[in-house]
């Protein structure tokens, strides 16, 4: 993350996303797949790494292999405006427009109610002792005494995946194929996000 200057004079906190030019590695269409889609490839990976299944499908549309596959999901003439083989790089977005960033969250092990739920840390006079930071009761004592489904207990927090919507993009490199986007998005740096058109177009 950083920050941009608009021409307001608003300080903004941007995240610049690295769009660098998606590979159309397949076209799936209703006919052969029962649903419409596009395959996108990026990034870089020694061919040893890949399996021969792996390998002989980049192979089969003569393509170098990529380090990561993605579907996105097109309406069939949309996918019509692509063939395989085509680059889809950051000129295909606008300043101003509103998208959706998806990603896996940052793992933060095991954590307590206070962390994962943001509950109220206990007094810690009046008699209060070794219980600080439990959580309390979980349940009714009568009958039936069980604890309710969904209850916010201790747990793993983070690495799940998380769609932040409806930010804005400020400003595009398209020499770089940069986004600045406002705000922040799921993931730790380097990682893998995907970015859709806002489907609330709010």
């Given at each position: ?32 797949d029962s649903y419409s889609a596009l ?62 960033v998806t990603g896996t969250s940052k ?30 009761s979980i349940g009714a004592g009568s ?60």
């Amino acid at each position: 993350m950083t920050q941009l200057f608009l021409d307001s004079g608003e300080c903004a906190p941007v995240t610049v996303l690295d769009a660098s030019p998606n590979t159309v590695i397949d076209k799936m269409t209703d006919e052969r797949d029962s649903y419409s889609a596009l395959q996108l490839g990026v990034g870089e990976r020694n061919e040893s790494r890949f399996g021969k299944a792996e390998a002989g499908h980049f192979k089969a549309h003569d393509l170098k292999p990529l380090a990561l596959l993605r579907e996105c999901r097109v309406t069939s003439e949309e996918a019509a405006a692509f063939e395989i083989g085509q680059q889809i790089d950051s000129a295909i977005f606008e300043e101003g427009q509103k998208i959706d960033v998806t990603g896996t969250s940052k793992g933060r092990g095991f954590a307590g109610v206070v962390k994962r739920h943001g509950f109220k840390v206990k007094k810690q006079t009046h008699g209060t002792h070794e219980a600080f930071r439990h959580a309390g009761s979980i349940g009714a004592g009568s009958s039936p005494g069980h604890v309710i489904k969904g209850m916010p207990m201790a747990g793993h927090l983070g690495n799940a995946r998380v769609t932040i919507k409806n930010l804005t993009i400020l400003k595009i490199d398209t020499e770089k194929n940069l986004l600045f986007v406002r705000g922040s998005v799921p993931g730790h740096i380097d990682g893998y996000v995907s970015v859709r058109d806002a489907k609330s177009g709010k």
